[in-house]
């Protein structure tokens, strides 16, 4: 059995195929394209999810279902913030990737496109020194650094301070006509390269890139990309951003009310949880079948349907299931991959949640620290067993409620049916303490 899931890999034309959109969101990415196209106004739209949600295997079919699906069909930019941010700044990684638009790479045009382009960097680049929020952002394209900077201009020294305000005064209308020009440019770009329809640019991984690269990058794309005909679709963790700007402006900047000055739309990825149907137990089916090997099958059945009631009810990410599967795996490889006894299909999985998601539940349970009501409150595990549906889960809990016991209840719990454990002998040894051993021995992270 396979201990590891490799992320699902997209070709640019495959789009939303059938055995690669498990979470069947072919829909979703329908009425996302619809709404840009029939939105054709230069949006800064974010789609919304917590890491390990599956957005960029999403972005990626999506990219491929716009591109050779959808009707009619929109030309798209893939930009993976993550793997730019080592860039200073993101202005030119972001126009290098127009650039690699552009029909005529050798004649008028391109020179066109490196000239406005240069012209605008220029003045970005001439507001190296930044001074405050204001000037960052603001103050950078409106030439307001003189009323705006306040404070933090007194705390330079005097000459420092004359030849800055100095040169921001001379270049203020240099600035604002190379933003005009830019824009401009842009707009007349995207019109003839977008065939009628709106470039899509999509930003991904804005949640994994370094906060100040971040926060620079969605004030540029919306101060000077933001034009009809490009829309840009932001791939982020809303929560993970807003901490970002809470770390780099401090208490005082509200970071929804901040953010709400770049982003246009807020969308949420979606994710289906219903016990009758839900992604995350399907994703757990998924996994399993891409882990066995050829001609392998399942010979614990009641471990599989364990984990999936784990996962409706306790609500682990897509990447969170896949780190607790291969706890699964490497146990079950350790015992042989054969059929194991119920208390060890019901216990392993429960362990494995723990070390992925509680690990310090994990401990205590490897050192025999902690009651069952305890672990059962703290593990979430009585927040679910009131839907009658979980019957595993309560099933779980007798086999906890034992494994945790003295030698004397566990034999009254079997002498009363309350748990059935076969002919095997009542033993000593805790087995949620072995198979944290197991997992401890190959240092699971």
């Known amino acids: 059995m396979k201990i590891t899931m490799p992320p699902v890999q997209v070709a640019d034309d495959e789009g939303f195929i059938q055995e690669k959109d498990i979470f069947s969101r072919k829909n ?67 126009v290098g990737e127009l650039y690699g638009l552009l029909k005529d790479k050798s004649g008028d045009k391109e020179k066109e496109f490196k000239r406005t382009v240069a012209k605008v960097g220029k003045s970005l680049f001439r507001g190296a020194i930044k001074i405050g929020v204001s000037t960052a952002t603001g103050g950078l394209l409106s030439g307001s650094v003189v009323d705006s900077a306040g404070k933090e ?15 921001r005064l001379q270049s203020t209308a240099e600035d604002k006509d190379a933003l005009k020009e830019f824009r401009g440019f842009l707009e007349g770009f995207a019109k003839e390269h977008g065939g009628g329809h709106p470039i899509v640019f999509i930003i991904d991984e804005l949640d994994r890139c370094r906060p100040d690269f971040a926060l620079e990058l969605i004030e540029q794309i919306k101060h000077l990309f933001s034009v009809p005909g490009i829309t840009f679709l932001l791939v982020l963790n809303r929560k993970q951003l807003e901490a970002s700007v809470s770390s780099r402006y401090g208490s005082n900047v509200v970071a929804t009310t901040y953010l709400q000055k770049f982003v246009n739309l807020w969308i949420a990825l979606p994710r289906k949880f219903d016990y009758y149907y839900d992604h995350g137990a399907n994703y757990v089916q998924y996994v399993l079948d891409y882990m066995l090997d050829n001609g392998e099958e399942n010979n614990n059945k009641e471990a599989v349907a364990v ?63 902690i009651a069952f009501s305890r672990l059962c409150d703290e593990s979430g595990l009585n927040k679910i067993i009131d839907n009658s549906d979980y019957q595993n889960i309560k099933d779980l809990l007798q086999y906890i409620k034992f494994d945790l016991a003295d030698q004397n209840k566990r034999q009254s719990m079997v002498a009363k049916n309350e748990i059935y454990i076969g002919n095997q002998p009542i033993r000593q040894r805790l087995v949620m303490a072995d198979v944290c051993e197991w997992l401890n021995e190959l240092k699971m992270e």
């Open 153 to 167: 201009i007194s705390k330079l020294l005097a000459d420092e301070v004359d030849y800055v305000i100095a040169d």
């Open 307 to 369: 984990l999936k009631e784990l996962v409706i009810g306790l609500k682990p990410s897509f990447r969170e299931i896949e780190r607790i599967l291969s706890c699964y795996a490497l146990v079950i490889n350790m015992l042989g991959g054969t059929q194991t006894l119920s208390i060890y299909q019901f216990l392993i999985p429960f362990v494995c949640y723990l070390k992925v998601l509680q690990p310090s539940l994990f401990n205590n349970v490897a050192n025999n620290e």
């Open 28 to 94: 979703f990415g329908e009425r996302l394209a619809n709404l840009i196209v029939k939105s054709n106004e230069g949006l800064v739209l974010a789609l919304d999810a917590e890491w390990g949600e599956g957005k960029s295997t999403f972005v990626k079919m999506w990219k491929g279902y716009i591109g050779y699906q959808h009707k009619p069909k929109m030309r798209s930019i893939y930009f993976d913030a993550f793997q730019n941010d080592y860039q200073k700044d993101p202005f030119l990684a972001l």
